[in-house]
């Protein structure tokens, strides 16, 4: 029993050590990105592309993030529908994905005069991907 105490005193313990650090690194990283913004304005005052101090090399650089990659998805499928539950079945294609089976449940919530609301659990079976969500749709008509 007491080693299971230690343990636990040593796992608290590790745990605050680990908070304080993380804490102290997210300040270094903060000091960090002053100090290369006013690297960094010094530069483009001076119209300088770097500066070699100490035998480091600052250098600007402009980052160029590559954009996200648009993914189109294309499904057909069978809705089977009984009472508020509905099924539905389908296969398709993707820009990401070249077969894409999915399988989606759905029960309606709410079912007023010309709106909806429909919870939902999908099962998505990908050659890259495989997920299950949970979700929600609704529509006004």
């Not at 590790?14 to 903060?30: P, V």
């Not at 990105?33 to 006013?38: C, I, L, M, S, T």
């Not at 119209?47 to 189109?72: H, L, N, S, W």
């Amino acid at each position: 029993m007491s080693s299971i105490r230690s343990c636990a005193s040593e796992l608290k313990s590790i745990t605050n050590e680990l908070k304080r650090l993380n804490a102290q690194k997210r300040k270094l990283m903060a000091k960090k990105k002053q100090v290369e913004a006013v690297i960094i304005s010094f530069l483009e005052e001076n119209q300088q592309q770097g500066v070699k101090y100490q035998g480091t090399a600052i250098v600007t650089k402009d980052k160029k993030r590559r954009p996200r990659k648009k993914e189109f998805t294309f499904l057909m499928g069978i809705v089977i529908q009984k009472n508020n539950f509905r099924y539905l079945l389908q296969g398709g294609t993707s820009t990401t994905e070249n077969v894409i089976v999915k399988f989606s449940h759905y029960y309606r919530v709410i079912n007023n005069d010309g709106g909806f609301m429909d919870l939902g659990i999908h099962f998505q079976l990908g050659e890259k991907r495989r997920f299950v969500f949970l979700g929600y749709s609704w529509g006004i008509f």
